[in-house]
């Protein structure tokens, strides 16, 4: 069974940064497709980004082009989001997915078979 355990948010003011984390309890993490998505209170879950098995590939929600990184560490089992320029409408439950064997760094999360628990990133005004 594959366990995603997300860590790093908080709370900061607009414009400034995090690190997200997200370590995987796998065998062979560099067979999965790894991808972050975000839920805001009252609303869907929603992209964010997603990279490919060797992690040269990336995908990123336009809202987030330019300001969020998403990046792996194959020998760490890890999976991680740099978020800076923060703005208050990013605040949101980022969630951590993962699928094995996918072809590509999907947006669409019905192609993730597992998800993290979320961690909780709150921007203040």
């Known amino acids: 069974q594959v366990q995603l355990v997300e860590s790093g948010g908080g709370v900061v003011q607009a414009g400034g940064s995090l690190r997200l984390s997200c370590a995987a309890s796998?065998?062979?993490?560099?067979?999965?497709?790894m991808a972050w998505f975000r839920q805001a209170p009252g609303k869907e879950r929603e992209f964010v980004a997603a990279?490919?098995?060797?992690?040269?590939?990336?995908n990123y929600a336009d809202s987030v082009k330019g300001r969020f990184t998403i990046a792996r560490d194959n020998a760490k089992n890890t999976v991680y989001l740099q978020v800076n320029s923060l703005k208050p409408e990013d605040t949101a439950v980022y969630y951590c997915?993962?699928?094995?064997?996918?072809?590509?760094?999907?947006?669409?999360?019905?192609?993730?078979?597992?998800w993290g628990q979320g961690t909780q990133v709150t921007v203040s005004s």
């Open positions: 990279i490919n098995r060797g992690g040269g590939n990336t």
């Open positions: 796998v065998r062979t993490f560099s067979i999965y497709v």
């Open positions: 997915a993962a699928r094995e064997l996918y072809f590509s760094q999907s947006a669409s999360s019905e192609v993730y078979d597992y």
